[in-house]
């Protein structure tokens, strides 16, 4: 029997959709997955990602303010929607 290789399959899905991992458009508010309080993360314990840094440090070069370099995931987090929203760069803020 031969396959039809237009059916789409769901191999875009991503694997956990629950909670934000760093490096992917999670680090992004409300972009790929349900938002969560990163406090209710399984892994906000952990050092916050190379990706979550890196944004951090433009984030702050831009609001003029200095980033702790260890701070957890969940605090990354926090203080990346804090910043996004003091320089404008936050979701719905046209950035």
């Known amino acids: 029997m031969a396959t039809d290789e237009t059916t789409p399959t ?3 899905a991503p694997a956990d959709a629950t909670e934000p991992t760093g490096g992917t458009a999670d680090d992004a508010p409300g972009v790929g997955s ?3 309080d ?11 990602t190379g990706p979550q840094g890196s944004y951090l440090s433009t984030l702050a ?7 702790p370099d260890d701070l957890t995931k969940a605090q990354a987090s926090e203080l ?11 979701a719905g ?3």
């Not at 406090?39 to 314990?45: A, K, L, N, P, R």
């Not at 070069?61 to 980033?67: H, K, S």
């Open 61 to 67: 070069r831009e609001a003029r303010e200095e980033v």
């Open 80 to 90: 990346i929607e804090e910043l996004q929203s003091r320089t404008g760069r936050g």
């Open 38 to 48: 990163p406090q209710d993360w399984v892994t906000g314990d952990e050092p916050m």
């Open 93 to 95: 803020q046209g950035a």
């Open 34 to 36: 349900p938002e969560k």
């Open 10 to 12: 769901d191999e875009t």
